[in-house]
């Protein structure tokens, strides 16, 4: 098939070209407005998220901050992974651990009154209209196992875990209501505090109890030392030969070390007490979480740009290739000049 050079050159020149839009220009808009509808039908169907984020650094028993999540965990005896893991890894174990999961799950939320519940009391089941089943245990045990999964999906990323440059880290909430946003962020903070709270308040306790149960026994030990010095000093009145002075020196040097262990065990229980009464707060709030004003997802604004830009380029691509094949077309039904 022969094409002529000089009609090829023409439609490809920049002025047919617009003369081929300008001809078409009804079409051009028909197809940039049918493209254009994806957009439009996703933002409609696409529920909205509004983001609600916390910044916290850990604080240990000394006052300080901390920002490294596994000694907070070695520190309160906590097993949550492998050497292998992050401190956002183990951060996020306690996050998405059972109880709190659950914690959430079983929470009556305000809503927003001018949002979808109209200032309704409602549970995230309601948020999300699913009917909770607890006929049976397994029922039961299913539908709670589904929202905790539903909750730490990454796709859906209702909650999410970041650690800044900083010594601090930042929880970011995303739910479908901004009062249920901010209210989740805030429970994951308060149990979290508690959680950390608990497990140290609990080390704190069993090493206390294990400094008294040493202190008992140093003092036993200290009081039956005693007791040998003095029946020795009871029978032994009266001595001149050497063998007897050195042994009321060996029962004297026995009392002696049993008292400095017994006054070390005493001050050690006495400090592990101070410690186990000691309210410290684990976390500090650096930025606390407040109610959003605007929509976080999806974004308008970029579903609108990505949007025009695909209904464009479609329209355009359609009509001229339309063009070109009515083009190529007619070129191939020219009768051929020998």
Known sequence: MEIDEQIQADFFDLRALFHVLKKRWLILGLLAAIAFVPAVVYLKITPKKYETASKFAFRTNGGGMSDDVSKMATLMGMKVGGSDKSDEARLEDFMFSKNIMRKIIDTTYQ???DGLFHGQQIHLWDLWKIKPDTTTEKKKRDFYDGMTSRLRSKRDRYISHTLLPTTSHQIITRFEDPIVTNSVNEILLAELSDLLGTKLRFKARENSKFIKEQLVEAQDELRQAENRRSAWMEQNKNYSAPGPALEKERLTREVYVYSELFLQ???QY???KIEEMREVPLIDIIDGSEISNGVASPNRTQVLIIGIFFAGFFSLCSVLGF?????????????SRK
């Open 323 to 335: 063009e070109f094949l009515v083009y190529l077309w007619k070129g191939s039904s020219k009768p």
């Open 111 to 113: 809503t927003d009154p």
């Open 265 to 267: 065990a005493k001050k």
């Open 270 to 272: 006495e400090i592990a």
